[in-house]
């Protein structure tokens, strides 16, 4: 990703997405449509790892930028041989995005080859890995994945799922992961449930992805959600279900919901466009504010946008054209050039503006920056009143379960009231759904303060998986590796 996108693209940002099919005779193919159709969850790099049980190899490529661009080669294609194959997208959550830090990693046991791509963060990855190199191992990443290889090499005997499954107990943290070995393709989901992967079939194929979107682009269809702490195993006798962690509460992440997942994905058979239908009616219910029209920010406030109009019977309008060919190797060198960043996505449409009191609807505000150029812009076109409403509740605290989230400092609520943030960016009015209300637009009487159901930590600062890095943080030095790749 250029540093462009980085600087006008002011969201929290996706994690990774996983992608993983057994017994299809076009295992690798069916998992570049898979990341295809994943692609919302990381756009940094991208690799598939097959395993052919005619030759009896693993077969592996990985490349940095986007899945077309990585696997659009089709004598690459070809060398991609086998039945069974896993596939990873990165946005680089811990480790900079450089070729060793790719997925999936790849080891050699004395059980056999094992491969691993992983969607989410472990907490204690640093933690683990400090104490693993004073243990003798070398490591060949910065990549927190590379700590759960680790850990089941250094359990020295028995099947690749024991070691996996004692990995799994001694690392902490949000993640999703698919494993492939000689026979098998292993899917394994947090004990809370934090990050999300489903189960499909695509005729005696059995697949793991992160979203169902990734099931739809081949036709599979969705069996069901893993569950929370659930290690799901296909091979050739079907799927198998082991339940190794103490069974806990499910606390998936609400974000997910508000932003992360496409619209047309459903987790726990909840659709995710439907869900932000419903959190834009109730956010309307709670901060109406009379206007001439609702005015989304493209794309994520869309259908937030839409529940928000139909709830207080005002017309919705495209107020905000997005430009969809934005060149994703734009590079702009000065400060002055960069400053435009945002006019080239965004563009006001000034006939439907002009005169108009506008309410635009968004996301979420993270540092603030889009939103203050796009409510200058939305005035430029002519607009009188400009009001916003955020379908998420103020983002007051980072987020460690593998969402690429700025510094608290930086974070626009953390550091002013809403009336000052709304002084900042420059609209009339601001207002953000309440946590309560947010939980009310899931279904629920409310938020659950003893056993929260969701995730909600970057809005209520409630973490719900220890933060065991941050708090050693003091005690030893941080930086993961001397080498550094450019
Ligand atoms: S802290 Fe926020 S973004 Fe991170 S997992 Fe929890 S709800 Fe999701």
């Known amino acids: 990703m250029t540093y462009t996108q980085r600087a006008d693209d002011d969201h929290f940002h996706d994690e990774c997405g996983v992608f993983g099919i057994f017994g299809h005779g076009e295992a690798a193919t069916h998992v570049v449509l898979g990341l295809h159709a994943l692609q919302h969850r ?24 986007h899945v077309g661009d990585a696997f659009g080669d089709e004598s690459l294609m070809a060398t991609l041989k086998g039945q069974a194959a896993i596939g990873h997208n990165r946005y ?17 046991f004395d059980c056999g080859g094992f491969s691993v791509g992983h969607n989410g963060n472990l907490t204690n990855a640093s933690t683990l890995r400090r104490s693993l190199v004073k ?22 005997g028995g099947s690749v799922i024991d070691r ?30 934090v990050r999300p992967l489903v189960l499909g079939q695509l005729g005696d194929a059995w697949i793991l992805c992160s979203e169902t979107c990734a099931l739809d682009i081949i036709g ?36 997910e919901y508000i932003y992360f997942a496409r619209p047309d994905s459903s987790i726990a058979s909840r659709s995710v466009y439907q869900a932000r239908r419903m959190i834009g009616a109730e956010l309307a219910r709670e901060s109406h504010i009379d206007a001439d029209l609702v005015v989304p920010i493209p794309d994520s406030g869309v259908p937030a946008a839409i529940g928000y109009a139909e709830e207080c019977g005002l017309p919705f309008e495209l107020g905000i054209i997005r430009n969809h060919y934005v060149g994703r190797t734009f590079i702009e060198p000065t400060d002055q050039i960069r400053h435009l960043g945002v006019r080239l996505k965004h563009n006001a449409n000034r006939t439907l503006l002009e005169g108009k009191n506008v309410i635009l609807v ?7 920056t889009t939103s203050r150029k796009i409510v200058q812009m939305v005035r430029a076109a002519g607009a009188r009143e400009v009001h916003m409403r955020i379908s998420s509740p103020p983002t007051t605290n980072p987020c460690f379960y593998g969402i690429d989230t700025p510094s608290q400092r930086e974070l626009l609520a953390h550091n002013l009231s809403v009336d000052a943030m709304a002084d900042d960016i420059g609209v009339d009015s601001l207002a953000f759904i309440t946590i309560d ?50």
């Open 362 to 368: 968004d996301d979420s505000i993270v540092r603030g």
């Open 164 to 193: 996996l499954t004692d990995a799994m107990r001694q690392v902490e943290g949000a993640y999703s992961l698919v494993a492939l070995t000689e026979d098998s393709v292993i899917g394994v989901r947090d004990p809370l449930g």
């Open 220 to 255: 599979a269809t969705w069996v069901r959600d893993v569950e929370p702490g659930e290690i799901v195993v296909l091979d050739r006798n079907g799927v198998h279900s082991l339940k190794p962690f103490a069974p806990q509460r499910q606390r998936f992440c609400v974000f």
């Open 42 to 65: 990381g756009q940094e790099a991208c690799g598939i790892v097959s395993y052919d049980a005619d030759d009896g190899r693993f077969h592996a490529h990985r490349a940095l930028g």
């Open 135 to 156: 243990q003798g191992c070398l490591f060949q990443s910065t990549s927190d994945t590379e700590v759960i290889v680790h850990l089941m090499a250094m359990r020295g």
């Open 437 to 486: 209300g947010l939980y009310r637009a899931m279904g629920e009487s409310g938020r659950d303060s003893s056993f929260p159901q969701y995730c909600d930590a970057c809005f209520s600062g409630d973490y719900p998986i220890s933060l065991v890095d941050l708090a050693n943080a003091d005690k030893a030095d941080p930086q993961l590796s001397l080498l550094w790749e450019g």
């Open 92 to 108: 680089a959550t811990t480790g900079a995005t450089v070729l060793r830090n790719v997925q999936p990693l790849f080891a050699e």
